[in-house]
């Protein structure tokens, strides 16, 4: 865990963007199509985590994008590629786009301001989707990544923010996967190497208090990362 100073420096609500994944009703809700994970993201509390983050957010004035994985009824320029993906295709829920299954889930609440980024294709939230540029046009600095799954999903997030340029920050209590177990290993022996690990309610004391904030540094024509030498 990093000191307080430094994690109040990292999550500025001006350069930080809260992101769920996956963290709709299809995967997580009463009627997931993945019923295990969606148990495990309820019963071990990291669905109501992500929702406590996600009203902070709101209050202190940090951006949340939801980042949602759909596909077209017709499967049209989905991933066949994989054993997950053909799996995937044979649930008795499917994430096609319009119907509730890619609704975010209760308790989350979506607010006007909140970004949606849909994908029909791939693993990760970020790849191949617009959640980079956006990131970059508000000025982001910080990733706060949050939700399903810490097998897959979270951990490609997690690498595709480091690859990018922003910092990563994974609230360890946040995120959930299957089995149990695994979920603390993968975070102890993987995202370790590359994120800053705490737990919601630390960052929740460093949103406490920060207010709405009027301007964000993009309004200011102030770039994203800068190590990757793009402006917005």
């Known amino acids: 865990m990093p000191p307080k100073e430094q994690l109040a420096e990292q999550l500025d609500p001006a350069t930080t963007v809260l992101l769920t994944v996956e963290c709709q009703q299809g995967v997580v809700g009463p009627g997931?199509?993945?019923?295990e994970l969606a148990?495990?993201?309820?019963?071990?509390g990291a669905l109501h985590r992500v929702a406590r983050l996600v009203a902070a957010a709101h209050e202190a004035g940090v951006q949340v994008l939801h980042a949602v994985a759909e596909r077209r009824p017709?499967?049209?320029?989905a991933n066949h590629n994989a054993r997950l993906f053909r799996?995937?295709?044979?649930?008795?829920?499917?994430?096609?786009?319009g119907t509730t299954a890619v609704r975010i889930a209760a308790p989350i609440?979506?607010?006007?301001?909140?970004?949606v980024?849909?994908?029909?294709?791939g693993l990760s939230p970020i790849a191949g989707t617009d959640v980079d540029a956006l990131l970059r046009n508000l000025?982001?600095?910080?990733?706060?990544?949050?939700?399903?799954?810490?097998?897959?999903?979270?951990?490609?997030a997690v690498f595709d923010a480091v690859n990018l340029g922003y910092t990563a920050v994974v609230p360890s209590d946040a995120i959930a996967?299957?089995?149990?177990?695994?979920?603390?290993?993968?975070?102890r022996n993987t995202l370790a190497l590359v994120a800053t690990l705490t737990t919601t309610d630390d960052v929740l004391g460093c949103w406490r208090g920060r207010g709405r904030t009027k301007t964000r540094p993009a309004e200011r024509g102030r770039p994203g990362p800068t190590s990757r030498g793009k402006s917005p």
Do not use: F, K, W
């Open 32 to 35: 997931s199509a993945l019923p």
């Open 139 to 156: 000025g982001c600095r910080t990733l706060v990544v949050t939700g399903v799954s810490a097998n897959v999903a979270v951990p490609n």
């Open 177 to 187: 996967g299957v089995p149990a177990d695994y979920t603390p290993a993968m975070i």
């Open 74 to 77: 017709d499967g049209r320029g």
């Open 39 to 44: 148990e495990e993201a309820r019963s071990s």
């Open 109 to 115: 609440e979506v607010a006007d301001e909140d970004l």
């Open 117 to 121: 980024v849909r994908r029909l294709h």
């Open 87 to 97: 799996a995937a295709g044979r649930l008795p829920v499917q994430q096609h786009s």
